[in-house]
């Protein structure tokens, strides 16, 4: 069995590759930090608690592979994929690296860069500001409509400066009115950076998944997000595959896309989509495995194991048909319930409309239909679930 590395099993992610990839006939090693539900799976196959320190996790991997005849590498996180760039040289004396390269990587974790690739392919974007100082909203303030998004250009870049001045790294902030956005922003002088003033779009999460060889697609799949937490925007909670036949129009700006910036490896490319207009404006690429991993997975479409396959074992992916259903991260998913039905002055969306009951009758539902499936729990594979359960307790029981 043909050992692989997978940095990061802590998550329903991590636990989608490990899965896959056992079942395809790979050896695991799954890392991760202690309580990690991928641990508790039958499908990893060698447990490796992480170090704690970016360097010695670098020691870490280099000391795994010697127990291992040439193993691959997969990463789940982009802070992950990063220290591996930086590493790669090293590494790959001993591991064969599977994740993008650093130049590809910092075109999709800069948004800027990510935007203006993609406005030569001719995707519609947001219209995105930028400012060096809150004194310059005065000269840009006929340029914005209300209400903006504030988002970071490259939110791993700026998380330590914002830390240093003690404040939260934010993936989405809303403003409203003119004061507002100027309240948000004037936060920020301190770390003399500033997020990107964005257009708001209208409509739900579509997102569109490759595997890509120097910017050719190999295997590719697409879901519609249903539900997020935050309900404004963030981790899909409730998701369902599309058959390849609808959105071709936007799936073929996506290729193009990936084609531009020559991708390696797999991506997400998301997309707000207002079904009223039938408009597609792009939001970001993920270039790394993404949080609804599981519903490909569950769909029949092997994204980990097909990467594998097709960077170290130089074998052809081919596209295939696969199965309509859908997905819950139940727990977040219970967060969000909770939030549309009790605490919804907390939603910062301005346009959000809660619908609790629909909700809720939608959830109780959902454990009785064939085509829905969960991120973490599996009849097959129960560990995952009960681990995550001791997690949740003990959280609660830690915090009383």
């Known amino acids: 069995m043909k050992p692989v590395i997978v ?8 636990l989608a590759v490990l899965r896959d990839l056992s079942q395809h006939g790979y050896y695991t090693i799954g890392i991760g930090s202690l309580g990690a539900i991928g641990h508790a799976s039958k499908h990893c196959h060698h447990k490796v608690i992480r170090a704690t320190t970016k360097e010695l996790v670098i020691d870490q991997l280099i000391a795994v592979s010697k127990k291992f005849e040439q193993p691959c590498l997969l990463a789940i996180s982009e802070t992950d994929i990063t220290l591996i760039n930086q590493y790669r040289d090293q590494l790959n004396l001993t591991i064969k690296v599977l994740v993008p390269p650093a130049e590809q990587m910092a075109i999709v974790l800069d948004k800027s860069k990510t935007l203006a690739a993609a406005s030569e392919v001719g995707i519609e974007c947001p ?5 060096d100082s809150v004194a310059q ?14 988002k970071w250009a490259n939110p791993l870049e700026v998380q330590k400066k914002l830390s240093q001045q003690g404040l939260k790294l934010h993936k989405l902030e809303f403003a409203l009115t003119r004061q507002q ?13 500033f997020p990107l003033i964005q257009q708001y779009c209208h409509g739900v999460g579509l997102g569109q998944f490759f595997l890509c060889k120097d910017g050719e697609v190999h295997l590719e799949f697409q879901h519609i997000r249903e539900h997020e937490w935050p309900p404004e925007g963030g981790t899909s909670t409730r998701c369902r595959s599309l058959d ?12 193009a896309l990936l084609k531009k910036i020559n991708w390696q490896g797999v991506a997400m ?62 727990i977040p998913e219970l967060r969000r319930l909770h939030r549309v039905a009790i605490n919804k002055q907390l939603i910062k969306d301005p346009v959000f409309i809660a619908t609790p009951i629909k909700d809720l009758l ?21 560990g995952p679930f009960i681990k995550d359960m ?5 959280k609660v029981l830690g915090r009383r």
């Open 181 to 193: 956005l100027r309240d948000k922003l004037s936060v920020y002088e301190g770390v003399g950076q």
């Open 362 to 382: 939608s959830l109780l539902t959902s454990y009785v239909m064939l085509n829905c499936h969960y991120f973490v729990f599996s009849w097959r594979d129960p």
């Open 244 to 255: 390849l036949s609808h959105h071709q129009a936007c799936l073929a700006q996506s290729r």
């Open 269 to 330: 490319v998301e997309y707000r989509y207002c079904r009223e207009k039938n408009q597609y404006i792009l939001m970001e690429i993920n270039g790394r495995f993404w949080g609804s991993l599981a519903l490909s997975y569950h769909s029949g479409v092997n994204f980990a194991s097909a990467l594998v396959e097709l960077f170290n074992e130089k074998k052809s992916v081919n596209q295939c048909q696969y199965r309509q259903v859908s997905a819950i991260y139940m």
């Open 127 to 131: 219209t995105s500001l930028t400012i």
């Open 137 to 150: 909203l005065d000269s840009i303030e006929s340029q914005i409509i209300y209400p903006v998004v504030l």
């Open 7 to 14: 940095l990061g099993v802590n998550t329903p992610i991590g």
């Open 390 to 394: 001791k997690n949740v307790a003990a």
